[in-house]
């Protein structure tokens, strides 16, 4: 599938808890808080008040990490496969 593709499943998913994988094998599950023309933003699960990598510093406040959309090689919804 493409970046295309990707970009407009992950920005009518904006707000909702997905499982990301990527073509390395990288699995990221959390809360899409972003989406640019390249990447998508996850706020990880888990994060006791909010804060913790990429909330507060490099990426800005309240993003989370960017994983690039080129890389995505499969995307489900979270709250299918998880209760949290």
Not at 41 to 61: E, H, S, T
Not at 70 to 75: C, L
């Amino acid at each position: 599938m493409s970046r295309t593709h990707f970009y407009h499943l992950c920005s009518q998913h904006t707000g909702k808890k997905v499982k990301i994988t990527c073509r390395d094998g990288k699995v990221h599950t959390g809360r899409i808080t972003r989406v640019t023309r390249d990447h998508v933003w996850i706020r990880p699960a888990g994060f006791l008040g909010g804060f913790g990598y990429g909330f507060y510093g490099w990426y800005g406040y309240g993003y989370g990490y960017p994983v690039a959309l080129a890389a995505i090689a499969g995307f489900a919804l979270a709250s299918a496969f998880f209760l949290w």
